[in-house]
């Protein structure tokens, strides 16, 4: 088959394959054919970029970045809803329909907890995706929208339209960001919209590409362009365009069926994969809602009813400590047990000294509990109403409550730290962090049996592990163990003797250093020897490696060359079992930038080439600059390039590097 054909079928089959899985949540090929035909796809347009189609489903994966964002204007202002918080206004909505002669039927709707959207289509192909701002002028978020799979770029028919709807993120994905953001020490996202939005906020299309964001689309605000005569007809006219409309929408012929969807979403909204904050209820004729028309802000013909809000309250009966691995302490409320969002609360994070002295807390107070996003429950406030004049203060504490060390705190920081080493609050942690599923995997071992293995002092410190097969009879004595479950945890982690690099370099707990810089680290490194041979400049010019990170990973070293001497005497493999990074010694570890067309790539292209061999890729010359590549009609770029003396690519120079490197 010619390569323009092949190119055709393939981006036909990938778009259906991504269709089925992501909008009819209905897989028909599996993961390996997918990466397959990917693979195929991406090599063909590599080699003939002229084919390359604007469907292509390798133009998902994020790469163009702006400088900053540029406006829009909403043709039709996209408008906000009014709400009503209970069944009695929402019953005067409908009176108030009624006496304007209207006798409707009603769309029920879930109301997403995200962001809205308005997509613009130009003969089929998506032209631009806007956030909707101050409901005129909204900001052009096209390049993220790209990155969103449920999202069509091209439709099923070749018409224009604009179709509206929210970009949200499911609740599991938020609590994996969160898990990923903890390891590196980056402030918890609150819940899932303010994660949408700062996700679809992005200029970096990489980023957003990343945060695996989702869609619904439930309006369409030129309907009678299509023929269409009813709001549920927009919708299913919708789905078959290919976008994700959302399957639990109802036609309805009364108040009393609105009522009813309202009472069943009410007991059901916990067990979707995504929030939702309330219903919608549109009226379905289009001649119908014309007549009704708007009001200043909002349309007259459609309401929001919003779920009451979910906060409880209790009493705070105590602030507790606990010391995480790297000694970090953590206030943390201890709650008379708590209902909220069909969970149990009796513990919520405090966060550091200064959120509570913020919030006032005093122990015995009533305090509101809030569960954000449903995923953390927090402290929200306190009842000063309700306060007896029994409340204890709130006093910070100076030493360690486990090992009774002097706290520190760094200065410009919040949190308060206890520095000794072998605090055994620490060595739990550290341990039981070891142990964990990103880290050595080692099943079986969880937190409490750990605990216990290190009050029974069968665990110190993370050697210790690949002992405890010494310790057979006592552990056989321990409640609760067989010979069994010994024999399984002690092949669990003789297992965890293979495991790539990266999955030991997370386990050790270097601070700051998560699962993804660890692999990072294993990609650049290939062994430990490597990594620990490394300067600390050089770990500094590794991109997404600062100053702080660096030194940490240098200092740990330093300080921990016995430990990894003991594991490696304990034949623990040390070397990265993924796929190496490539390098080049004219790229790896470079400073590129760029100025003017070259004629044979796009600017992403070579972004993202530089950066695949470990170079790293900026927007201005300075100092540090290794090597501008100068293209036809370059800017001032090039004349600051030439005024510091920084090595200059022309576009032939940069041609044959490139052919060298496809060899
Ligand atoms: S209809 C004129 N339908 O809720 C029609 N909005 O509080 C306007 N929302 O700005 C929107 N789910 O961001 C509509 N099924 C749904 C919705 C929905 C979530 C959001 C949307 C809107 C906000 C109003």
């Not at 035909?37 to 489903?57: D, G, M, V």
């Not at 209970?86 to 995200?114: H, M, Q, T, W």
């Not at 302490?329 to 513990?347: C, D």
């Not at 680290?521 to 490696?545: F, R």
């Amino acid at each position: 088959m010619n390569p323009k054909a092949r190119i055709d079928e393939l981006v036909n089959i990938l778009n259906d394959a991504n269709y089925n899985y992501y909008v009819l949540d209905n897989p028909t090929i599996t993961d390996n054919e997918y990466d397959k035909y990917l693979r195929e796809l991406i090599n063909l347009e590599e080699k003939y970029p002229e084919y390359a189609l604007i469907n292509s489903p390798t133009k998902r994966v994020g790469g163009e970045v702006l400088d900053k964002f540029s406006k829009v204007n909403h043709k039709i202002p996209m408008l906000s809803l009014g709400n009503v918080f209970n069944e009695e206004e929402l019953r005067d909505f409908d009176s108030r329909i009624k006496k304007a002669g209207v006798n409707p039927e009603y769309v029920c709707e879930l109301k997403i907890d995200g962001l809205s959207v308005s997509l613009v289509y130009e003969k089929g192909l998506l032209k631009t995706g806007a956030t909707r701002g101050d409901g005129v002028v909204g900001e052009d978020i096209t390049h993220n929208v790209k990155t969103i799979k449920v999202i069509p770029i091209k439709l099923k028919k070749d018409i224009d339209i604009e179709v509206r709807g929210e970009i949200y993120m499911e609740k599991s994905t938020l609590q994996k960001l969160n898990k990923e953001r903890e390891e590196q020490g980056l402030p918890l996202l609150q819940n899932v919209r303010n994660a949408a939005a700062g996700s679809i906020r992005q200029l970096d299309s990489k980023i957003a590409a990343k945060r695996n964001l989702n869609n619904f689309i439930y309006h369409l605000p030129n309907p009678s362009d299509y023929g269409i005569t009813t709001h549920y007809a927009a919708l299913e006219y919708m789905k078959n365009l290919g976008f994700k409309v959302n399957p639990a929408n109802r036609l309805v012929h009364n108040i009393d069926e609105v009522w009813s969807f309202i009472e069943e979403w009410t007991k059901k909204r916990n067990d979707l994969p995504y929030d939702i904050d309330g219903v919608v209820i549109k009226v379905n004729d289009i001649n119908e809602q014309r007549e009704l028309g708007f009001t200043q802000k909002y349309p007259k013909w459609a309401i929001a009813y919003k779920f009451p809000a979910e906060d409880a309250l209790t009493k705070l009966v105590d602030i507790v400590w606990t010391v995480g691995r790297t000694g970090k302490l953590t206030p943390n409320a201890v709650l008379e047990p708590v209902l909220v969002m069909g969970s149990t609360i009796s513990r919520a994070t405090l966060h550091n000294e200064d959120f509570v002295n913020n919030l006032e807390l005093k122990i015995g107070d009533i305090v509101e509990i809030h569960k954000a996003g449903d995923v953390i429950p927090e402290v929200k406030g306190v009842k000063f109403e309700r306060r007896t004049g029994k409340e204890l203060d709130f006093k910070m504490i100076d030493v360690c409550p486990i090992c009774k060390t002097a706290l520190i705190k760094k200065p410009g920081q919040v949190d308060y730290y206890c520095p000794n080493e072998l605090c055994p609050a620490r060595g739990v942690e550290k341990l039981i962090h070891f142990a964990s599923r990103d880290a050595m995997n080692i099943d079986g071992l969880g937190s409490e049996i750990i605990e216990d293995f290190f009050n029974e002092g069968f665990l110190n410190d993370i050697p210790d592990f690949y002992h405890l097969k010494d310790h057979e009879e006592e552990i056989l004595l321990l409640e609760g163990f067989g010979q069994k479950s010994f024999n399984n945890i002690i092949t669990a982690i003789e297992n965890s003797k293979n495991n790539s690099l990266d999955k030991l370099l997370f386990g050790l707990g270097i601070p700051g250093i998560g699962s993804k810089t660890a692999k990072l680290l294993s990609e650049n490194y290939e062994n430990i020897d490597n990594l620990m041979n490394a300067s600390l400049e050089e770990l500094i010019s590794i991109k997404d490696i600062g100053e702080i990170l660096a030194n940490n990973i240098y200092n740990y070293f330093q300080d921990n060359k016995d430990l990894i001497y003991k594991l490696k005497m304990l034949n623990i493999n040390m070397n990265y079992l993924g796929v190496k990074k490539k390098s080049n010694d004219f790229i790896t570890g470079k400073k590129f930038v760029m100025t003017g067309t070259i004629s044979f790539m796009t600017r992403d292209e070579i972004k993202s080439l530089i950066e695949e061999y470990g170079g790293s890729f900026s927007e201005s010359v300075s100092k540090k600059t290794d090597v501008v590549i100068v293209g036809s009609s370059p800017g001032s770029k090039y004349d600051k390039a030439r005024e510091l003396e920084i090595t200059i690519w022309n576009e032939e120079q940069f041609k044959n590097l490139v052919e060298q490197l496809k060899k």
